[in-house]
């Protein structure tokens, strides 16, 4: 098994670099996960029946529906990221 810990105590960059890519694709998979939940959400709030076409009104739904998550996380995102600057408070 490998040594975590570098001859002076530190950290093995070889094991660091694999933390910083395992969180990296722990992220990217988060993300997927919510594109495909809000992509349901906003099929299942605007398709009514599914064609081989989109109406414009379904059209303009779908386009709003993303806008709003899209407006949403980026205000939860941001409040995290203050709450993060202020310590936690």
């Not at 064609?51 to 779908?62: A, F, I, N, P, Q």
Request: proline content about 3%.
């Amino acid at each position: 098994m490998a040594e975590l810990g570098g001859p002076d105590g530190g950290r093995d960059p070889a094991v660091s670099e694999l933390q910083r890519l395992v969180a990296a694709e722990q992220q990217r998979a988060q993300f997927t996960a919510q594109v495909h939940n809000f992509m349901e959400v906003c099929w299942d709030k605007c398709v009514d029946k599914p064609g081989s076409k989109l109406d414009s009104r379904t059209e303009g739904c779908l386009a709003s529906c993303v806008d709003r998550f899209i407006d949403t996380t980026l205000s939860i995102t941001n409040r995290f990221a203050q709450i993060v600057q202020k310590g936690g408070h």
